[in-house]
T-cell receptor, first 113, second 114 residues
Framework: NAGVMQNPRHLVRRRGQEARLRCSPM?????VYWYRQLPEEGLKFMVY????????ESGMPKERFSAEFPKEGPSILRIQQVVRGDSAAYFC???????????FGPGTRLLVL | QKEVEQNSGPLSVPEGAIASLNCTYS??????FFWYRQYSGKSPELIMF????GDKEDGRFTAQLNKASQYVSLLIRDSQPSDSATYLC??????????????FGQGTILTVHP
C-alpha cells in the first residue's frame, strides 16, 4: 500500500514564475492537508480539502496561493508569481474518512531564485 | 500564549537513558494529540497518538496526557542514537473533533549521544 506521494520532490523556480505541487493521498484516504515549513520554522497548516471541496483554507495566504482536489487526479497546490519568501518545504498529508490521523508525504522542496 | 508549546530544547541524553519531551496546549476542547518525529531533511512521521487521560505505551515510547493540566508528554526509554531527531507535538483544531487542521508545536531537537 503506497504512502502519500508528492511530486516533484524538488522544484526550482525564478521569481515571478508559477509553481505547481502535486499530492496523491494514500489509498482509501479522502482528506488532504497541505502544510508549509519555512527554514528554521515549524510546520504551519495551509489548507484542508476533500474531493472537489475546500473545507478549511484559513492558513492560505490571501494572494497567489490556491489549492484544489479534483474528482479525478491528485491534489494541486498552486503558487503564482513566486517570490523568494515562498522558498520552503511543502508537505501534503492525508487521512481516512474517519479523519483521525494524518500521514505525511515526502514533501516538495521549493527554491525560488 | 501559543496554542501548542513545546519545551525549547535542544535536549541531549546519553544512549540508554530516558528522554522526556513535553508539550502544553491552550485549547481545553482539544481531545487528541499526536507526536511526530522528523529527521533532518525528511517529512514528519507519526509515532504516537493519545486521546484519553493517562498513559499509552507503544514499545519504547510512552505518551502521557493530563487534560486538567493541559499537558502532554512523550517518554522514550532506552534512547538510541537513531532516535536523534526533532519531535513535534500536534493538536487538531476542529472544535474538539479528531480531524481537521493540526497545529504543531515548534519542535524539540533531541540528540542521543553514544
Amino acid at each position: 500500500n503506497a504512502g502519500v506521494m508528492q511530486n516533484p520532490r524538488h522544484l526550482v523556480r525564478r521569481r515571478g514564475q508559477e509553481a505547481r505541487l502535486r499530492c496523491s493521498p494514500m489509498k482509501g484516504h479522502s482528506h488532504v492537508y497541505w502544510y508549509r515549513q519555512l527554514p528554521e520554522e515549524g510546520l504551519k497548516f495551509m489548507v484542508y480539502l476533500q474531493k472537489e471541496n475546500i473545507i478549511d483554507e484559513s492558513g492560505m495566504p490571501k494572494e497567489r496561493f490556491s489549492a484544489e482536489f479534483p474528482k479525478e487526479g491528485p491534489s494541486i497546490l498552486r503558487i503564482q508569481q513566486v517570490v523568494r519568501g515562498d522558498s520552503a518545504a511543502y508537505f501534503c498529508a492525508s487521512s481516512p474518512p474517519s479523519g483521525e490521523t494524518q500521514y505525511f508525504g515526502p514533501g516538495t522542496r521549493l527554491l525560488v531564485l | 500564549q501559543k496554542e501548542v508549546e513545546q519545551n525549547s530544547g535542544p535536549l541531549s541524553v546519553p544512549e540508554g537513558a530516558i528522554a522526556s519531551l513535553n508539550c502544553t496546549y491552550s485549547d481545553r476542547g482539544s481531545q487528541s494529540f499526536f507526536w511526530y518525529r522528523q529527521y533532518s531533511g525528511k517529512s514528519p512521521e507519526l509515532i504516537m497518538f493519545i486521546y484519553s487521560n493517562g498513559d499509552k505505551e507503544d514499545g519504547r515510547f510512552t505518551a502521557q496526557l493530563n487534560k486538567a493540566s493541559q499537558y502532554v508528554s512523550l517518554l522514550i526509554r532506552d534512547s538510541q542514537p537513531s532516535d536523534s531527531a526533532t519531535y513535534l507535538c500536534a493538536a487538531p483544531n476542529a472544535g474538539g473533533t479528531s480531524y481537521g487542521k493540526l497545529t504543531f508545536g515548534q519542535g524539540t531537537i533531541l540528540t542521543v549521544h553514544p
